[in-house]
């Protein structure tokens, strides 16, 4: 079992700027890509941003130049840098990640949420 511990969250004006850090614990042999999702009130989970343990990396259009997704192997810890915020912004934001188990078997997981709201 892989556990997922987000944290950075919290209230920013617009133009502001946070990072969001999520590390996985637990009963890991091998994580794959991991990344952050959004959920906004009355709105279906997004993708924002995910990273491979290469390093490659794919974003939502609507954060493309403003967000930035990192990754430290070693610490089994996925970043997301986030400037130039905006209100639409505002959502729970949730770090995934893909692990291979020593059997390899994959499975996914999700973290708790923290909570981003930017607002003047």
């Known amino acids: 079992q892989v556990q997922l511990g987000e944290s950075g969250g919290g209230l920013v004006q617009p133009g502001g700027s946070l990072r969001l850090s999520c590390a996985a614990s637990?009963?890991?042999?091998?994580?794959?890509?991991m990344g952050w999702y959004r959920q906004a009130p009355g709105k279906e989970r997004e993708l924002v941003a995910r990273?491979?343990?290469?390093?490659?990396?794919n974003y939502a259009d609507s954060v493309k130049g403003r967000f930035t997704i990192s990754r430290d192997n070693a610490k089994n810890t996925v970043y997301l840098q986030m400037n130039s915020l905006k209100p639409e912004d505002t959502a729970v934001y949730y770090c995934?990640?893909?692990?291979?188990?020593?059997?390899?078997?994959?499975?996914?997981?999700w973290g708790q949420g923290t909570q981003v709201t930017v607002s003047s």
């Open positions: 990273i491979t343990n290469g390093g490659s990396t």
């Open positions: 995934d990640a893909d692990h291979l188990d020593i059997l390899d078997r994959s499975h996914h997981y």
């Open positions: 637990g009963s890991i042999f091998s994580i794959k890509a």
